[in-house]
């Protein structure tokens, strides 16, 4: 099943490729046996399903996440079921890829008020004075 990002991007089953380990961490002897970490690989640098600017957008967001070969990894062992792992991997995915594409919202730039810098200058001139009555006196 596709995973749905967003409108503008659906990641094909082709794209993703998923391996099963075993997960670490307490547990008894279930945990010994069985195979139920997975390991989300999705190919960032080659994937078809991307257009050249959403690839460009992952690819400067997603730096510290995109492997030398261009892949981008997503682990889940939260759970004992492998399926429910997997499905952790993919929302986990989609979150990362959402997050990454969504637009930048532009800084505003704002002033300091009026009220404000008042405040800042009287503060300093009551502290000013404080430091002037504590300085010796010099009568000539």
Known sequence: MPIFVNDALTIPDDALTFTASRSGGPGGQHVNKTSSRVTL??????GAFLTE??????????????AADGTVRVVAQTSRSQYANRRAAEERLAAIFADALAPEMPRVETKVPKRSKVARLDTKKKRSAVKRLRSKTTED
């Open 53 to 66: 600017d959403q690839r460009s957008r992952l690819l400067e967001k997603l730096s510290t996440r995109v």
């Open 41 to 46: 690989r999705v190919d960032l640098a080659h």
